[in-house]
């Protein structure tokens, strides 16, 4: 019996601003670990788009439990 962990992704917040991504990559740990609670972006106010952490695909609500384009679970 293997004790294999299943794959699992992340929501993340990403701002689609090329100079925020610069800034976003610079967050410490502890912080980036509540950016995908985040609404707006923190250097530029705009508002954040959802993603998988696997794929990248953009994701419509906030409240899936799975991806709905790689089929991985959500983790908190
Ligand atoms: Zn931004
Ligand atoms: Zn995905």
Request: glycine share 2%; hydrophobic share 30%; with cysteine.
């Given at each position: 019996?293997?004790?294999?962990?299943?794959?699992?992704?992340?929501?993340?917040?990403?701002c689609l601003?090329?100079?925020c991504?610069?800034?976003?990559n610079e967050?410490?740990?502890e912080l980036a670990r509540f950016t995908s609670k985040?609404?707006?972006c923190p250097f530029c106010s705009e508002e954040l788009n959802l993603?998988?952490?696997?794929?990248?695909?953009?994701?419509?609500?906030?409240?899936?439990k799975f991806c709905p384009w790689c089929g991985l679970q959500?983790?908190?």
């Amino acid at each position: 019996m293997t004790d294999e962990q299943p794959a699992a992704a992340k929501l993340e917040k990403i701002c689609l601003d090329n100079e925020c991504q610069d800034h976003w990559n610079e967050l410490p740990a502890e912080l980036a670990r509540f950016t995908s609670k985040f609404v707006y972006c923190p250097f530029c106010s705009e508002e954040l788009n959802l993603q998988c952490s696997a794929c990248k695909e953009s994701l419509t609500s906030k409240d899936y439990k799975f991806c709905p384009w790689c089929g991985l679970q959500f983790q908190e």
